[in-house]
């Protein structure tokens, strides 16, 4: 079985937003165990931990304070995935509605909790080179 890919937060890593984690038991099991790589692309793109919540709006990642952050997390989003690909990796569970990670659904900029479908930047990247994401959220329902 190839390397999976994961979001840094799933493996208890604490790189989200509001400085936590949104880390699950069997995932970050994994991930001790050596059996995934984790990837943060908003702190890859040189991002803060904590760092203002964004959401993509018409295209661009803008956050709370107003500022375009899009190409901070497209930039991050490059770098996880040289990561990815450098570790061979064909499956993602990446984590659901960031405006990185977010695979199948995000929200839709307008801080209001509110899903659409839709890619999250590094999601839309992962998924163009091959690689087949699900989110936390399906990953969860299958067990
Ligand atoms: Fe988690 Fe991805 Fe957000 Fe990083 S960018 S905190 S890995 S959801």
Not at 82 to 103: H, N
Not at 118 to 131: P, T
Request: charge should be negative.
């Amino acid at each position: 079985m190839s390397m999976i890919l994961i979001s840094a937060c799933l493996a208890g890593i604490c790189c989200k937003y509001s400085g936590g984690d949104n880390g699950i038991a069997e995932i970050r099991k994994m991930y001790e165990e050596g059996k995934c790589i984790a990837v943060c692309p908003e702190v890859l793109g040189g991002l803060p931990t904590p760092r203002p919540c964004a959401e993509i709006q018409q295209g661009r990642v803008i956050n709370t304070e107003g500022k375009d952050v899009s190409e901070e997390y497209r930039k991050g989003a490059l770098l996880a995935l040289q990561k990815a690909e450098e570790a061979g990796c064909r499956e993602a569970v990446l984590k659901a509605y960031s405006p990185s990670c977010g695979c199948g659904e995000i929200y839709d900029g307008s801080f209001a909790h509110t899903k659409i479908k839709g890619n999250g930047v590094f999601a839309e990247m992962c998924l163009e080179h091959g690689i087949h994401c699900i989110s936390d959220e399906e990953y969860k329902e299958r067990k």
